[in-house]
């Protein structure tokens, strides 16, 4: 795994935001629930936090967040697990976006210079700057969504490695994907990828789950996958990365801008759907696990 040291994508202030928005309410609305001071939650929102562990315990129950999340989030200190290795390699590919970061993914079998690429960023110029030399040629390329610095430049990067597979969201327009819906599975090579679709950030996004074929067994586990004994049915060892786009990122969501009911709902079955040790490959930001959104994130209740 080659990962990168990054700052979380969004600060408490920015979970406040979109936590507003989900909710259909104003910061007075929740400052009279949470009785918490209205400036105060201002202050939050604007980057200028100095509200203590019991407000935002408060603010949490008002806005039906995980109040242990939103705690370590305010406090600076939300979990970050350490990211184990995988069957196959991965290559985080930060790229440059306004004032933040927006990622690609490289994946490949152990030690191969063939790889898949998750989101082609904001464009070819782009991922040459983060383009790992290893790597020399492409099989295919998937979209998380089609979105200027996650899906510039993908004509390019078909034409440049002779791509011919690449794979868009249901319903996306985009001149040089084919579409690709819920539950569709792609082998590559050694690999295996299989979509999610989940309209949140737009209304055409896909997740994808990718493991190496031969972990793959007939299908994934869930949270249900147990025997009467109470154990899981399959191993839940460190196989599976879910390339999640902008649904989900370490601490955070997505800005909902398609639906906000459609977001929680994508949220919850995706991350009720993979194995809890899933490791999360997020649109912005760093990578993290389901065990530790589950745990920690303050959207995840």
């Known amino acids: 795994m080659k990962t990168t040291t990054m700052p979380l994508e969004d600060e408490l202030g920015d979970v406040l935001e979109k936590a507003l928005s989900r909710a259909g309410v104003c910061a007075e609305v929740v400052a009279g629930r949470a009785g918490v001071p209205v400036g105060r939650i201002n ?11 019991d407000e935002l315990r408060r ?28 069957p196959f390699d991965v290559w985080p590919l930060p790229m440059p976006h306004g004032i933040g970061v927006a990622n690609a993914y490289l994946v490949a079998e152990r030690g191969a210079s063939r790889a898949i690429l998750f989101d082609t960023g904001a464009g070819i110029v782009a991922l040459d700057s983060a383009w790992p030399a290893q790597v020399k040629q492409l099989d295919a390329v998937f979209l998380t969504h089609v979105e200027t610095e996650h899906a510039g430049g993908l004509c390019d990067v078909v034409a440049r490695f002779g791509v011919e597979a690449a794979f868009i969201p249901r319903g996306a327009i985009a001149k040089c994907g ?17 979509a999610f679709t989940t309209p949140v950030h737009a209304a055409e996004h896909n997740c994808y789950l990718v493991q190496s074929a031969a972990d793959s067994g007939t299908g994934l586990l869930t949270r249900d996958s147990v ?12 196989t599976a990365l ?35 040790s899933t490791i999360i490959a997020p649109g912005h930001g760093p990578m993290t696990t389901v065990e530790n959104e589950l745990r920690f994130n303050p959207f995840v209740v």
Request: proline share 5%; hydrophobic share 40%; glycine share 10%.
């Open 43 to 53: 202050d939050a929102i604007d980057y200028r936090s100095e509200l203590t562990c």
């Open 178 to 194: 084919e579409s690709m819906g819920e539950g569709e599975t792609r082998r590559i090579g050694a690999l295996e990828i299989t």
């Open 227 to 238: 025997d009467p004994t109470g154990q899981e049915t399959r191993a839940t060892a460190n």
């Open 242 to 276: 879910l390339v999640s786009g902008d649904l989900l990122f370490a601490g955070s969501v997505g800005g909902a801008y398609f639906c906000h009911q459609q977001l929680q709902s994508s949220l919850r079955r995706v991350l009720r759907t993979v194995p809890p």
């Open 59 to 86: 603010i949490a129950a008002a806005l039906t967040l995980n109040e242990v999340g939103l705690c370590a989030l305010g406090a600076g200190r939300y979990p970050q697990p350490a990211i184990a290795e995988l």
